[in-house]
């Protein structure tokens, strides 16, 4: 049974930073793209960032140049490493895995075959 269990998760304030990470088992997807979204509270579940084999990353506008994703696929695990947080980053953060190379865009959520439960991110302001 393929599990992605998301950690990290917590109150900060404005300004600072916090790191989440994922970690996969039951298969590895170090073939596959890994990513991250977010749902904040009365919205649809958004892309946030993007890791393609381990070789391409791909940010949402939103989040470019303040997240990074990261990937260790010995650990089958993936990151995202968020700094500069704002209010409107506050929102439950899920990981995603694709099961291998596909078509489609990384940003959609049907890409992906597997989901954590999520973590919250709460940024005060």
């Known amino acids: 049974q393929v599990q992605l269990v998301e950690s990290g998760g917590g109150l900060v304030q404005t300004g600072d930073s916090l790191r989440l990470s994922c970690a996969a088992s039951?298969?590895?997807?170090?073939?596959?793209?890994m990513g991250w979204f977010r749902q904040a509270p009365g919205k649809q579940r958004e892309w946030v960032a993007a890791n393609w084999s381990g070789r391409s990353t791909y940010y949402a506008d939103s989040v470019e140049g303040r997240f990074t994703i990261s990937r260790d696929n010995a650990k089958n695990s993936v990151y995202l490493q968020m700094n500069s947080l704002k209010p409107e980053d506050t929102a439950v953060y899920y990981c995603?895995?694709?099961?291998?190379?596909?078509?489609?865009?990384?940003?959609?959520?049907?890409?992906?075959?597997?989901w954590g439960q999520g973590t919250q991110v709460t940024v005060s302001a």
């Open positions: 995603a895995a694709a099961a291998g190379l596909r078509s489609g865009s990384v940003t959609d959520t049907r890409y992906y075959d597997y």
């Open positions: 039951g298969r590895t997807f170090s073939t596959g793209t």
